[in-house]
């Protein structure tokens, strides 16, 4: 069984900055990607950035661009997501998920069925 928790959600300000970590656990598991996604209260789950496991390829909503940047520690099977010049909308539960199929086309990457193992998620709050 695969484990994933993710921490570092909390409450800031509008302009602030958090970094969210997503630690795996549990039987030796080697994902292809891992993503973070994100569901505001009465919306969907929504995509927010991905990666590969190996290599160097990431991938982002639009929406984050510019402010938000994805990265691994593949020895600590760690993922983290720096997030700068946050915005209000930017609220929301922050979930990692993990992937063991291969994926292609960087548009598979933000479909959360893609996905095997998601976290519990952890709550980000910006305020204005």
């Known amino acids: 069984q695969v484990l994933l928790v993710e921490s570092g959600g909390g409450l800031v300000q509008a302009g602030g900055s958090l970094r969210l970590s997503c630690a795996a656990s549990g039987r030796t598991f080697i994902p292809y990607a891992m993503g973070w996604f994100r569901q505001a209260p009465g919306k969907e789950r929504e995509f927010v950035a991905a990666t590969r496991w190996s290599g160097a390829s990431t991938y982002y909503a639009d929406s984050v661009k510019g402010r938000f940047t994805i990265s691994r520690d593949n020895a600590k099977n760690t993922m983290y997501l720096q997030m700068n010049s946050l915005k209000p909308e930017d609220t929301a539960v922050y979930y990692c998920?993990?992937?063991?199929?291969?994926?292609?086309?960087?548009?598979?990457?933000?479909?959360?069925?893609?996905?095997?193992?998601w976290g519990q998620g952890t709550q980000v709050t910006v305020s204005s």
């Open positions: 998920a993990a992937s063991k199929n291969l994926m292609i086309g960087s548009s598979t990457y933000s479909y959360p069925n893609n996905y095997d193992y």
